[in-house]
Structure formats: C-alpha cells, structure tokens
C-alpha cells in the first residue's frame, strides 16, 4: 500500500520561504503525477498546484509567481518551493498522486506564516 508521507513544514515568518516534500513509500511503482493542496482553519481545501506527464505545472491564483512545484527524477517525491510566504499562506499542505486510478493523500504538513 503506499503511503505519501510531508516534511519541510514550520513556522516562518512573513517573506521567508520554506520548501516541502512529499515522499511515497510502499511500492515500486514510480509516480508522474502529482499536487499540494492546503487547507487553513475554516476553510475550504484549496488547489496549490500540480505537475503532471512530461512536466506541465498548474498554480492556484493565490501562488502564482511565489511557489515552484518539481519532481525528483526517480518519481518518489515531489517538492513544493514556497517564497514570499505571506500570513493567509498559513494551512496544512497535503500531496497527493494517482495510484491505480484513485487518489492517494499524504497526512499534511504545518505550515505558520506569522505577520
């Protein structure tokens, strides 16, 4: 079964970057597509962004410009750069991949933003 699992999360404050990564464990299958999505309090789970098949990336209006997503080229992990953190960036930042044609969520990460 596999499992994705989020590190790189924290506290920062207003301006600074962190990166993320997501790594799946549990099989050999390799994976090429790939998303972060958040959720803050009280909030809705919003789209962060995606990288899919050769390479194409998406963003969320709201990290267009700030936040990078990319691969490693072993198709285990995915990353997420995020600069010029602001304080509504603040949420738990989950991955998520496509395996055997279901979505497979990795348990989140913290990422605090303060002002």
């Known amino acids: 079964q596999v499992q994705l699992v989020e590190s790189g999360g924290g506290l920062v404050q207003a301006g600074e970057s962190l990166r993320l990564s997501c790594r799946a464990s549990?099989?050999?299958?390799?994976?090429v597509h790939w998303a972060w999505h958040r959720q803050a309090p009280g909030k809705e789970r919003e789209f962060v962004?995606?990288?899919?098949?050769?390479?194409?990336?998406s963003y969320g209006d709201s990290v267009k410009g700030r936040f990078t997503i990319s691969r490693d080229k072993a198709g285990k992990t995915v990353y997420l750069q995020m600069n010029s953190l602001r304080p509504d960036d603040t949420a738990v930042y989950s991955c998520?991949?496509?395996?055997?044609?279901?979505?497979?969520w990795g348990q989140g990460t913290q990422v605090t933003v303060s002002s």
């Open positions: 962004a995606s990288i899919v098949g050769g390479g194409t990336t």
């Open positions: 998520r991949t496509v395996y055997y044609g279901r979505d497979v």
């Open positions: 549990g099989t050999p299958l390799t994976f």
